[in-house]
């Protein structure tokens, strides 16, 4: 999540680029909207919807990341319309590969996305790392 933050925004959470996307993880106004976001400058909504978003295209695109990144980046439509391949628009490459120079941290091969909940107060928050939490309950989202 940090490399789509650094490339999408730079860590600025007040981020809006020339065709409407806002906030930290660049989300457009359909997809703030498809997730529950009513600001999208709100650096904590923007980021869970961002990796919300992310993780339906992991799902969909069967774990390949390549795909994952390029639909966040040009559309899932633009993935189908190239045959299920990472469109050959300069902008989408240029994305994929920023990102995936950046990341992934695998260990054997082995990536590994684990999904743990904090109460803080009456509320529960969820948390995503690639590293198992050390204590409490957790569950595994991804392994490869």
């Not at 940090?2 to 359909?30: D, F, T």
């Not at 869970?48 to 994952?68: D, F, H, I, K, M």
Request: charged share 25%; no cysteine; net charge positive.
């Amino acid at each position: 999540m940090h490399a789509v933050i650094q490339v999408e925004s730079g860590y600025n959470p007040r981020a809006r680029s020339r065709k409407g996307a806002l906030g930290l993880m660049q989300l457009m106004p359909a997809t703030m909207s498809d997730y529950g976001v009513t600001n999208g400058f709100d650096p904590s909504a923007n980021i869970r919807a961002g990796v919300a978003y992310l993780r339906a295209l992991l799902t969909r695109y069967e774990g390949n990341e390549a795909l994952a990144l390029a639909a966040y980046n040009a559309g899932p439509a633009a993935v189908a319309r190239h045959g299920y391949r990472v469109p050959p628009y300069r902008e989408t490459r240029d994305y994929v590969r920023r990102i995936t120079s950046r990341t992934p941290i695998r260990t054997g091969g082995i990536t590994h996305m684990y999904k743990s909940v904090e109460k803080v107060g009456e509320r529960e928050i969820p948390r995503y790392s690639n590293v198992r939490p050390s204590s409490g309950d957790y569950e595994i989202l991804a392994q490869r």
